[in-house]
């Protein structure tokens, strides 16, 4: 064993998972040998370092923006087996995620919750009756899916008394079949913070810039810390490149890539107000015109929808969301909800990312396998492409079991089926709904509006009733409950900047945009009284606000 080298019991007392202590992470970063460093914090690095970490290895993750700001952050936000990769014949692929659904459930089952998802059939569309009739029998079958949530299949009256929005004159009927939704940032976050507490070291806005290597094996990384210009080496008997879309950039420091490369595609979702599309559940339907189907989602005071599915080779840092790609789903949602009439100027958010495909000739975007696969370079390096949200526990034990074979150490198996993904687990519905009953009678004993109940919930599961503890009857509760969470995502979930707080902490920027403005001032007063730095640094952040509220 190589003198310095990390053991993952000797960390020592575990500091508050803040950025108020990022000057003691980097230095524990420095100065140890880890058995396994990860690049990429997304919701694949973070299965990693929770999976290795809990077997026992010493394990640190750097992330060059912050966690889940790439893919893990801007999916569709579902939990989902991949109905649609049965017409690739991804039998395999949909059994294991199908099945990964329920396992995630009952890790964290405020964060991952059942929901119907409504899939109508209407004329001139690519779905036939008898077709998704037997498509989802098989879908059922093959994720395992319980007798109560198995797919029912609808005539037209029963499917418009479900969704009365959808066309009459073309409806035909429909499908109900069990899916589950979550917000992939929080779990990527939950996740994070689990493995942090299982003894692994993460930070985030660390770049890693080129290979440490030994007798030509990698045996570390160069970085420099984004928000102080820092350069740092950290040094791993194993280093894993988990980075979305950036694997190949990583891939690269050992060469030209030869064989499998990566295929970008590009997924943009909007956000709408649910007034203007009030559809009462989720709702999956195709687009005639080029046999793609899209989601339409409510949530809180806002309907999301996505996705598109076309080919990237731009910034992978700055994605933008096109009028072509606005007008796209639009179009879609005016052409199924014939009624809404949505126009540019509803849309009030959006996001846009990057799904890391594996290349293959010869197919389109929306053709090309969903699979992961690992590759090994002749440094060392190991990569991880491809695969989904839904799959990253799989995904994540198939790494570790690598890392684990090439340190040639005894090992206990793959944990992560039993770990939750909070320190106080509800456990199951049935819990969670008695909970939400406590936190709706919290909120309205704070006189807050009633939509903060599941928005708590869905975010902060039972760490809701010790922010709620910080709100007031005696001031304006809106703003108080915003600063309490600050102040409780500064402390525990490593928040740097206010795109952190905001969008992947909260959600708020998408699905709570009104409640923003409300609790500016307050917010930027505790910045002030909080977090070290002076006048100018809270009126950078005031100006990142502004940005990001743009």
């Given at each position: 064993?190589?003198?310095?080298?990390?053991?993952?019991?000797?960390m020592?007392?575990?500091?508050?998972?803040?950025n108020?202590?990022?000057a003691q992470?980097?230095?524990?970063l420095e100065?140890?040998?880890?058995?396994?460093?990860?690049?990429?914090?997304?919701?694949?690095?973070?299965?990693?370092?929770?999976?290795?970490?809990?077997?026992?290895?010493s394990?640190?993750?750097?992330?060059?923006?912050?966690?889940?700001?790439?893919?893990?952050?801007?999916?569709?936000?579902?939990?989902?087996?991949?109905?649609?990769?049965?017409?690739?014949f991804e039998?395999?692929?949909?059994?294991?995620?199908?099945?990964?659904r329920?396992?995630?459930?009952?890790?964290?089952?405020?964060?991952v919750?059942?929901?119907k998802?409504?899939?109508?059939?209407?004329?001139?569309?690519?779905?036939?009756?008898?077709?998704?009739?037997?498509?989802?029998?098989i879908?059922?079958?093959?994720?395992?899916?319980?007798?109560?949530?198995?797919?029912?299949?609808?005539?037209?009256?029963?499917?418009?008394?479900?969704?009365?929005?959808?066309?009459?004159d073309?409806?035909?009927?429909?499908s109900?079949?069990?899916?589950?939704?979550?917000?992939?940032?929080?779990?990527?976050?939950?996740?994070?913070?689990?493995?942090?507490?299982?003894?692994?070291?993460?930070?985030n806005?660390?770049?890693?810039?080129?290979?440490i290597?030994?007798?030509?094996?990698?045996?570390?990384?160069?970085?420099?810390?984004?928000?102080?210009?820092?350069?740092?080496?950290?040094?791993?008997?194993?280093?894993?490149?988990?980075?979305?879309p950036?694997v190949?950039?990583?891939?690269?420091?050992?060469g030209?890539?030869?064989?499998?490369?990566?295929?970008?595609?590009?997924?943009?979702h909007?956000?709408?107000?649910?007034?203007k599309?009030p559809?009462?559940?989720?709702?999956y339907?195709?687009?005639?015109?080029?046999k793609?189907?899209?989601?339409?989602?409510?949530?809180?005071?806002?309907?999301?929808?996505?996705?598109?599915?076309?080919?990237?080779?731009?910034d992978?840092?700055?994605i933008?969301?096109?009028e072509?790609?606005?007008d796209?789903?639009?179009?879609?949602?005016?052409?199924?909800?014939?009624?809404?009439?949505?126009?540019?100027?509803?849309?009030?958010?959006?996001?846009?990312?990057?799904?890391?495909?594996?290349?293959e000739?010869?197919?389109?975007a929306?053709?090309?396998?969903?699979?992961?696969?690992?590759?090994?370079?002749?440094?060392?390096?190991v990569?991880?492409?491809?695969?989904?949200?839904t799959?990253?526990?799989?995904?994540?034990?198939?790494?570790?079991?690598?890392?684990?074979?090439?340190?040639?150490t005894?090992?206990?198996?793959?944990?992560?089926?039993?770990?939750?993904?909070?320190?106080?687990?509800?456990g199951?519905?049935?819990?969670v709904?008695?909970?939400?009953?406590?936190?709706?009678?919290w909120?309205?004993?704070?006189?807050?509006?009633p939509?903060?109940?599941?928005?708590?919930?869905?975010?902060y599961?039972?760490?809701?009733?010790?922010?709620?503890n910080?709100?007031?009857?005696?001031?304006?509760?809106?703003?108080?409950?915003?600063?309490?969470?600050?102040?409780?995502?500064?402390t525990?979930?490593?928040?740097?900047?206010?795109?952190d707080?905001?969008?992947?902490r909260?959600g708020?920027?998408?699905?709570?945009?009104?409640?923003?403005a409300?609790?500016?001032?307050?917010?930027?007063?505790?910045?002030?009284?909080t977090?070290?730095g002076?006048?100018?640094?809270?009126?950078?952040?005031?100006?990142?606000?502004t940005?990001t509220?743009?």
């Amino acid at each position: 064993m190589e003198e310095g080298r990390l053991k993952s019991t000797e960390m020592g007392e575990r500091l508050d998972f803040s950025n108020l202590n990022r000057a003691q992470f980097l230095s524990q970063l420095e100065a140890n040998t880890f058995d396994l460093l990860v690049i990429g914090g997304g919701i694949t690095g973070a299965g990693i370092a929770l999976d290795a970490a809990a077997r026992g290895l010493s394990v640190a993750l750097i992330e060059k923006d912050d966690f889940a700001s790439g893919t893990s952050g801007k999916s569709t936000k579902l939990i989902h087996g991949g109905l649609r990769y049965l017409k690739q014949f991804e039998f395999g692929l949909v059994k294991e995620v199908g099945q990964e659904r329920a396992v995630l459930h009952n890790l964290a089952p405020h964060l991952v919750v059942p929901e119907k998802m409504l899939l109508p059939l209407i004329e001139g569309g690519s779905m036939g009756r008898i077709m998704t009739s037997i498509g989802l029998y098989i879908y059922d079958f093959l994720a395992d899916v319980e007798s109560d949530d198995k797919r029912k299949m609808l005539d037209k009256e029963e499917t418009l008394d479900i969704e009365p929005l959808l066309p009459e004159d073309r409806l035909l009927g429909g499908s109900l079949y069990a899916e589950y939704r979550t917000d992939d940032a929080r779990l990527t976050i939950e996740v994070i913070k689990t493995a942090y507490l299982h003894g692994a070291l993460l930070v985030n806005y660390v770049r890693g810039n080129e290979a440490i290597e030994k007798d030509g094996k990698i045996i570390g990384v160069k970085c420099t810390d984004q928000l102080t210009g820092k350069e740092l080496n950290i040094k791993a008997e194993i280093v894993v490149n988990a980075t979305g879309p950036w694997v190949d950039d990583i891939r690269s420091w050992n060469g030209p890539i030869k064989g499998k490369r990566l295929y970008l595609t590009k997924g943009v979702h909007l956000v709408v107000p649910h007034a203007k599309l009030p559809v009462r559940q989720a709702i999956y339907f195709d687009v005639p015109r080029d046999k793609r189907m899209i989601f339409c989602i409510p949530r809180l005071s806002v309907t999301y929808i996505g996705t598109t599915d076309t080919y990237y080779e731009g910034d992978k840092d700055s994605i933008e969301v096109s009028e072509g790609d606005t007008d796209y789903l639009l179009t879609a949602v005016n052409r199924t909800f014939p009624s809404v009439e949505l126009e540019m100027k509803d849309v009030l958010s959006s996001w846009a990312g990057i799904r890391p495909l594996i290349y293959e000739d010869g197919k389109s975007a929306s053709e090309i396998s969903r699979k992961d696969e690992i590759f090994t370079a002749p440094n060392g390096l190991v990569s991880i492409a491809g695969g989904k949200l839904t799959g990253y526990r799989k995904m994540a034990e198939r790494v570790v079991d690598l890392v684990v074979e090439k340190l040639g150490t005894k090992s206990e198996s793959c944990k992560t089926r039993e770990i939750p993904l909070t320190p106080d687990p509800l456990g199951n519905t049935e819990k969670v709904n008695q909970f939400r009953d406590k936190l709706a009678s919290w909120v309205e004993a704070k006189h807050l509006p009633p939509i903060y109940v599941d928005y708590l919930l869905q975010n902060y599961g039972t760490n809701a009733e010790h922010i709620l503890n910080e709100v007031s009857r005696n001031s304006i509760p809106v703003k108080q409950l915003l600063r309490a969470e600050l102040q409780y995502c500064i402390t525990n979930e490593m928040v740097a900047t206010v795109a952190d707080f905001l969008i992947r902490r909260t959600g708020r920027l998408y699905f709570l945009p009104e409640t923003i403005a409300e609790g500016e001032v307050d917010v930027f007063h505790h910045l002030q009284t909080t977090w070290p730095g002076s006048p100018e640094f809270i009126a950078l952040v005031r100006e990142e606000w502004t940005q990001t509220m743009a």
